[in-house]
């Protein structure tokens, strides 16, 4: 069973630079997509921020295109999610998934999160 720990969040002047790192227990070169998603004060729903699939092209929601950059790193079992330029608007707590398997095979695994608080 891989474990996923979120840090880097904190409270944050708008415009400023945050960089948040996602550490797995185990290794994560098995995982074929790794993501950050987001979680808004009083939302439900989970809004994905940037997605890695293996050596491909990083997919990353519209509101954050230009701003944030996602990164793997096997070799440290980590991803990483550089927020730039950051807004009130990026207020959220940030978790971390990979997913490994397919089909029925399919397993997703989910950090705790880390809360990032923007204010202008």
């Known amino acids: 069973q891989v474990q996923l720990v979120e840090s880097g969040g904190g409270l944050i002047l708008a415009g400023g630079s945050l960089r948040l790192s996602c550490v797995a227990s185990?290794?994560?070169?098995?995982?074929?997509?790794m993501a950050w998603y987001r979680q808004a004060p009083g939302k439900q729903q989970r809004e994905l921020v940037a997605?890695?699939?293996?050596?491909?092209?990083?997919i990353y929601g519209d509101s954050v295109k230009g701003r944030f950059t996602i990164a793997r790193d096997n070799a440290k079992n980590t991803v990483y999610l550089q927020m730039n330029r950051l807004e009130p608007e990026d207020t959220a707590v940030y978790l971390c998934?990979?997913?490994?398997?397919?089909?029925?095979?399919?397993?997703?695994?989910w950090g705790q999160g880390t809360q990032v608080t923007v204010w202008s």
């Open positions: 998934s990979g997913q490994s398997g397919a089909g029925n095979n399919t397993q997703e695994y």
């Open positions: 997605l890695v699939m293996g050596g491909g092209t990083p």
């Open positions: 185990g290794s994560i070169g098995r995982m074929h997509s």
